[in-house]
Each structure stands twice: as C-alpha cells, then as structure tokens.
C-alpha cells in the first residue's frame, strides 16, 4: 500500500472552484464521496498530519490510494452529482441507511378515471397522492374508516368494482354509505373524483377550513328546514371531529412542517420524522443510518434530507432541522423540484427554530430520536439470542475451540504522544462488566506496539497462581475501593484496538507469559479487519453481523474508556504546570479551565484571550502563554 505522500495531488493542481470528489483505494473501489465550494480547500483537510485528524477519517485516508475531483457550476450541481455518485458505487464510508421498516400510508390513485383511497405499504404508484407514513397500520385503517363516513368514496379494489359493475349491484361498503357507489351511477366520475379530492385536501391539511365550511352548510340546511340534509352534514362533522381529535395539535392550524430530530454517536445515527400538516402531527418515521467517517450534525443533517424524500411524500414547505447545512440553498432548490415533482406548490425552506412552540417540537423529535439511538444499540447488544449468535460467529471466523465467553479489550491513547494510557474493558457473555474495567498508567512507551506490550505483561502476570488472591483496587466507575479477583478470570479473547503490528506485539506478550493458548486478535480501524497472529490476510466479517457489531461496540467502549482517563490525566498535568506559574493560584487555574472548556482550547488560546479571563493580567497571560507553548 503506497503512503499518502505519494499519490497525494500537489496542491496548485486542485482547483478553487466547486465540485465532487472521490477517493479510492488500489483496486479502484470508490471509498468515499464528497461535495465542496472549495475543492482546494477541503480536500487539504485530508491531509493533516495524520494524528490530527479524526480516527475513521484517518482510516479513510490511509486505506485510499487515489483521489479524483470532477468541476462543477454552481453548489446545486455539485449537490446533485454527489447524490447521484453515492447511488452509483454505494462507498463505504459514506452514511449508509438502515430503514428496517416499511410505513404504512394512505394512497388516493388521482390518477384514476375513479380514484381509489386505500392503505399501502408499497410506493411509487403513478398518480398517487400519498400521505403519512405512520406508525401503526391499524391507526391508518381506522382514520379511513372514518374518514369514508365524511368522504364516501371508493376503498374496493379493481376486481371488486369491475365485479360490482356487471351484476349493477354495489358492495356493503355502498349499501352502508362509506362508498358513492360510482360503480352502480349513483353518482358520476366526475362527481367521484371531487369526493377523491375533498379527502386529499382534508389530508393535506385543510382541515379546519373544511370543518369550518360544513357547519356553515348545516346551518344553512337547517334554517331552510332541510333537516334530513342537516342530519347528514352533522355525521359528517363528527366523523372528522374524531379524525382530528386523533391528532395532536402541536401548532397553528396553517402550519405545515416536517420537523427531525437526530441523535447520533461514532457509529450510527437514529432519525425521527415528526410530519405536521395543518398545525397536527400526521406521521412519525424513524430510521437508523451507520456513519463511517467523522461527521458533523451539519453534514449529517445535508446527507438525510437528501436521502428522507428519496421516493417518499412531498417535503412541507418547512423543514426543521437541529442544524442548517452550509450548502442550505441548493439544498432548498432540490427539495422545492421534488415537492412540484409531486403536485404540491411553495417553495420548501430548511431552518432550525430556535425557540417558541417549534422548538419545543424539534425538543420532542430529538428526545426520540435519542431514545431511538438507545433502543436500537440496546436492542442488538441485549438480544440473548443475537448475543449467542455473535460469540459464535466469532469463535467459527476466528477458528477457535469454543465460543469466547469472556472478552477483554484494550486501547492505548495518548496526545501527541505525551500522556499515554491504557484502558481494559470486559464483556461477558456479551455484555459490558463495567465494575472490571481497568486503567493503566503508562510511564515510558517508545510507542503504540510498546504500549500494548507492556500493558497485557501487567494484566496477564495476574493469571498466575500467586495471583489467585483478591486484589484490593478502585473501581474505575465509583472511586470507590473494592477486594476483588477479576484479573485473576482468564479471557476466552483479548482484543487489540489496531492492526498487525499491535496484534504481533500482544502475542510476544502471551508468550513471555507463557500463556500462549489464550487467543488474541485486533480489530483495525481501516476497513474493520479482524487481524490474527501470523496471518498474512485480515478476516472480513459482514458489516451487518452481530458478530462485527459485538467487536466494534467492545472496541469503541474501550477506546471512550481510555480516552475519558487520558483527558483526566491531561488535565492534572496542565494543572501541575499551570500551578507553577507565579501569581496562578488553584482558583484562577479552576477560572482558565472553566473559561475555555477544554484543555485544547486553552492551549490554542491567544495572549488577548487569556486577557479576557476574569483575574489574569497581561504579564500572568504571558506567562501562561509561554508555558503552555513550551509544553506543546
């Protein structure tokens, strides 16, 4: 595999203007694909000094082998180019969907010379008028049924009607008056279709206008003492009044929104849909997309609104998302082609709310979809069955004599190679035992290799005999001290966050150990190869797997693990230094870390922004400056 630095374009040859981008590794395989309105300037980002950058853009970067851009005219054809470009080569580490579900929704076929309401979980039909989706089928069936009460017309299927037509004698649905009964004159098609699309307008939203209308036309019926028309209009009211009453008002009756609420960690992302039309919540959609490269919600939210009217209903007129993408007016132009495309005018227009009753809602919609992104990480990793089936998956793709029943892994991390710190996490029988996570301080490592080597020499010398005591410790979690054995458990497979050279140096461990039977493999953070000892080729496990999706949980637990205790162990060694500074005392130190928020910031802060902390001076914000360069 050529580095970086040799296929790596100069960067005079890339272009300042807009345009897509791919990356792709040495059998020509599309990796990833991007837009730009600056192709110079993006695609430089990439090329940080690897330690820089994020860990799965890291992995991008270090798989490919080659870069190409193509130059387009404006954002809204780079848009389009990008989404046509994921379609085609489907890269594998752009956010890919996961919509485990089909929706129900109600179809009106317009395009019908006697168009048919009926409940479909099937899209695409040419003419049709769809609405929703919702969340239960059952609901759907039951708001029709009601519906047909106020707008009689025509549910039958084609066969149905045909049939209807040659004896002239119309269904149940006819005699009961949920259906016109075209099929029999009762009324003409012409007549039919306006039935059709007083129910598609009440859809759409128009609903209290409509209310509104047919109890001026009861009044009217009864002062003119046409009760019997009167009587017809009021069940009609009713029918729609408990149709709406279903409904929940979130917002002013001409208010027609989609709002989405998204929750996402290094792995994936939940979506929720809430669909408001005419001020109600009309549908609820959820789905669960993976995310490969490190992502901002920006970008996430640019990628599913791009994806969420893929083949589905129109957008409203405003669309609420938790953050605008930069590319917001191509982006707007897309989805107001694809709202016309579906028979619906206005323009669409993509913000955030930032406050009153929307954002109330959007607070809703991101409270589910967090719940979502729980559920769904819960529902793998706590499923017995999917459990059982992932230890063995991993115990046949690893050649092992017996499912691995306890799994123990560990990470090494560091800040530009100062600080470094380890971290072991355990699962077992699928499960995190977070009261044995471990943290290991490293005091001399020349590097990774040398990290891994020296913490699995700790952790293994407890596998002795003379180690069989309990070893009095404290829980990593609570701080407090506790007697316990659990070094003394021996592991069905220690995992290596890394690759081949990390893999070989936890197998020198076992063997100075003499505890070479125990089985050890590393996940790398590429392509998600599983290496093994002496294994010239990684084991590909399916990306959908339980047993992938185990590794990769176990993986990045340990890696939040020994990040958390790096970043701690940071902070008291900028405290160490900063004590040291004459006029710094324990509350102004307290003041510079609570100012900033975070240890980098304050190490890239300028002299004027340590100014403007309260209590630090010029010559105290010199001083502060000088030292934090000079640990650097």
């Known amino acids: ?22 990356f792709t590794d040495s059998a020509g395989r599309v990796l990833y694909v991007g837009k730009a309105n600056n192709l110079r300037s993006r695609l430089s980002n990439y090329f940080q000094p690897l330690h ?73 039909i040419t003419g049709a008028r769809y609405f929703g989706p919702y969340t239960k089928v059952w609901a759907v069936r039951e708001t029709v049924d009601l519906m047909l009460k106020a707008f009689p017309m025509r549910s039958c299927s084609d066969s149905t009607y045909k049939r209807a037509q040659a004896t002239n004698r119309p269904c149940l649905l006819g005699d009961i008056g949920k259906c016109a009964a075209p099929c029999v004159g009762r009324v003409t098609p012409e007549q039919h279709r306006s039935i059709a699309l007083d129910f598609a307008s009440f859809m759409a939203g128009n609903d209290v206008t409509y209310v509104r209308a047919l109890r001026a036309a009861m009044t009217e019926a009864a002062r003119e003492l046409d009760y019997e028309s009167a009587a017809r209009i009021r069940d009609q009211i009713g029918a729609l009044e408990t149709v709406l009453a279903k409904s929940a008002v979130v917002l002013d009756d001409d208010t027609d929104a989609d709002v989405f609420g998204i929750a996402y960690d290094e792995l994936a992302a939940a979506v929720q849909l809430f669909v408001v039309r005419g001020g ?31 083949g589905a209903a129109a957008p409203a007129r405003e669309v609420i998302v938790p953050a605008v993408p930069d590319d917001v007016h191509a982006l707007q132009t897309v989805l107001t082609e694809r709202r016309r495309e579906a028979g619906e005018r206005g323009a669409v227009v993509v913000k955030s709310a930032q406050r009153g009753e929307k954002a109330a809602l959007a607070e809703t919609v991101a409270t589910n979809a967090l719940g979502a992104l729980v559920q769904y990480k819960t529902r793998r990793s706590g499923d017995f069955t999917a459990r059982s089936q992932a230890l063995a998956d991993i115990q046949e793709a690893l050649g092992l004599a017996e499912a691995p029943l306890r799994l123990e892994c560990f990470d090494v991390s560091h800040f530009g190679g100062s600080n470094p710190v380890a971290s072991m996490v355990v699962f077992e029988d699928g499960l995190p035992r977070t009261d044995q996570y471990r943290k290991f301080a490293i005091a001399d490592a020349r590097d990774d290799t040398d990290a891994v080597y020296q913490v699995l020499r700790r952790r293994l010398a407890y596998l002795h005999d003379d180690a069989a005591a309990p070893v009095a410790t404290v829980d990593p979690l609570t701080g407090e001290g506790v007697a316990r054995k659990s070094f003394h458990y021996r592991p069905g497979l220690l ?37 093994l000892p002496d294994n010239e080729f990684p084991v590909i496990l399916p990306r959908s797997s339980d047993a ?23 902070s008291r060694d900028i405290r160490t230094r900063l004590s040291s500074i004459p006029g710094l005392g324990p509350a102004r130190t307290t003041e510079l870390l609570k100012h900033f928020g975070s240890v980098a910031r304050l190490r890239a802060a300028s002299v004027d922004d340590l100014t403007a902390v309260d209590g630090i001076g010029p010559a105290t914000a010199q001083l502060v400056h000088r030292a934090l360069r000079s640990d650097g």
């Open 1 to 22: 595999m050529a580095p970086r630095e040799e296929w790596r374009p100069k960067r005079g040859e890339i272009p300042t203007e807009p345009g897509v981008y791919r």
């Open 52 to 124: 820089s950058l994020h860990e799965r853009t890291r992995r991008m970067v270090t798989t490919a082998q080659g870069v190409e851009w193509t130059v387009v005219g404006s954002e809204l054809e780079a848009l389009s180019l990008e989404y046509t470009w994921i379609k085609e080569f489907a890269p594998p580490f752009n956010v890919k969907f996961r919509d485990d579900k089909t929706y129900p929704y109600v179809a009106i076929t317009l395009a019908d010379r006697v168009p048919r309401v009926m409940v479909t979980r099937t899209r695409g």
């Open 280 to 310: 109600r919540i009309r549908g609820v959609r959820g789905w669960v997309v993976d995310t490969e490269l490190d992502v901002t919600m920006a970008e996430l939210v640019d990628t599913v609104l791009q994806n969420a009217y893929d």
């Open 495 to 531: 995992v290596i966050d890394g690759g081949q050279p990390q893999v070989a140096a936890a197998a020198r461990a076992l063997r100075d150990e003499g505890l070479d039977d125990i089985a050890v493999c590393g996940i790398a953070k590429r392509l998600e190869e599983v290496w």
């Open 548 to 570: 992938l999706f185990l590794l990769q949980r176990l993986r990045d637990e340990a890696h939040r693990f020994a990040l958390r205790y790096q970043r701690t162990t940071r």
